[in-house]
């Protein structure tokens, strides 16, 4: 059974960059076609794919987030890292990682629980 598990601070301040880690298990984050996906939930929002490492390492990002965003991973960890840049109250979230199968853009069927992220001074 593939379990994701969401790391790091709930709290950031604007300006700053967010950094979480997800921490794989039951599962190798290089195996064939899975897809290692952040994913986040404003409040009263609906769900925003943000990008996705794939098991080969190449990236992939959303248009509007990738000038801010970046994801890496640490294979002798099996986790994987989203850091967001210069953050606002507007990336306050959920953030959520996940595992796609089959492509960036795949149905998720693996998710962590997530964690409630904070922008705020």
């Known amino acids: 059974q593939v379990q994701l598990q969401e790391s790091g601070p709930g709290l950031v301040k604007p300006s700053q960059t967010l950094s979480l880690t997800c921490t794989v298990s039951?599962?190798?984050?290089?195996?064939?076609?899975?897809?290692w996906t952040w994913i986040r939930q404003p409040p009263g929002k609906g769900l925003e794919w943000m990008g996705a490492?794939?098991?080969?390492?190449?990236?992939f990002y959303s248009p509007s987030l990738k000038s801010r965003t970046s994801i890496s991973r640490d294979t002798s960890k099996n986790q994987f890292t989203l850091q967001l840049s210069s953050v606002t109250p507007e990336d306050t979230a959920v953030y959520y990682c996940?595992?796609?199968?089959?492509?960036?853009?795949?149905?998720?069927?693996?998710w962590g629980q997530g964690t409630q992220v904070t922008v705020s001074s």
């Open positions: 996940a595992r796609g199968n089959g492509s960036p853009l795949s149905l998720m069927d693996y």
């Open positions: 039951g599962g190798s984050i290089t195996t064939n076609a899975h897809y």
């Open positions: 490492v794939a098991y080969s390492g190449i990236t």
